[in-house]
T-cell receptor, first 109, second 119 residues
């Protein structure tokens, strides 16, 4: 059975801190790994990773995939209160997606 | 990015009634749409995978006669919760997997979700 594990489950930091969120997976027929940010409503897409070692960046967010060790990290630098959300990692094999339980990030002023 | 809409965004109904939720991909085609349910403080739980022109594939434990899915076109899938009960109250989210339209294949875009409350 496909499995996605995110850590930590919850994280509280202060504005300006840098955070690293982890996502490890065990899937058959891996195709891609996606990161999402979920605030009050449905998730919004952040990154899609398909190849190892290629960092994807968007502003203060970046992510990288290691297909050998089967994990991905999502980095957020200089955190702001608006970064407070649940960050979801999903893995897409040949069939359906499997989501992790998410990491709840709280950024305090 | 691609836009997925859901309608309605919120619905309150009486126990025993049926509720239909629509999911549309607005600017791209999607052969595959997914329906998720999310309870408070929990992650997304996949209910079913909807393929255009064929029967939906339901996850274990999801009653297909209760959650009817129709994927009539490349841009529209509907989820009907039949004979809804209070335990069906949840946040229902659809997502669409990109087929074409100049966007990366295999990427999933989510609708804004539908909050269902059954009294």
């Amino acid at each position: 059975e496909d499995k996605v594990v995110q850590s930590p489950l919850s994280l509280v930091v202060h504005e300006g801190d840098t955070v690293t969120l982890n996502c490890s997976y065990e899937v058959t027929n891996f195709r891609s790994l996606l990161w999402y940010k979920q605030e009050k409503k449905a998730p919004t897409f952040l990154f899609m990773l398909t190849s190892s070692g290629i960092e994807k960046k968007s502003g203060r967010l970046s992510s990288i995939l290691d297909k050998k060790e089967l994990f991905s990290i999502l980095n957020i630098t200089a955190t702001q209160t608006g970064d407070s959300a649940i960050y979801l990692c999903a893995v897409i094999p040949a069939g359906k997606s499997t989501f992790g339980d998410g990491t709840t990030l709280t950024v305090k002023p | 990015g691609a836009v997925v809409s859901q309608h309605p965004s919120r619905v309150i109904c009486k126990s025993g009634t049926s509720v239909k939720i629509e999911c549309r991909s607005l600017d791209f085609q999607a052969t595959t749409m997914f329906w998720y349910r999310q309870f408070p403080k929990q992650s997304l739980m996949l209910m079913a995978t909807s393929n255009e022109g064929s029967k939906a594939t339901y996850e274990q434990g999801v009653e297909k006669d209760k959650f009817l899915i129709n994927h009539a076109s490349l841009t529209l899938s509907t989820l009907t919760v039949t004979s809804a009960h209070p335990e069906d109250s949840s946040f229902y989210i659809c997502s669409a997997r990109v087929l074409a339209g100049g966007l990366p294949y295999n990427e999933q875009f989510f609708g804004p979700g539908t909050r269902l409350t059954v009294l």
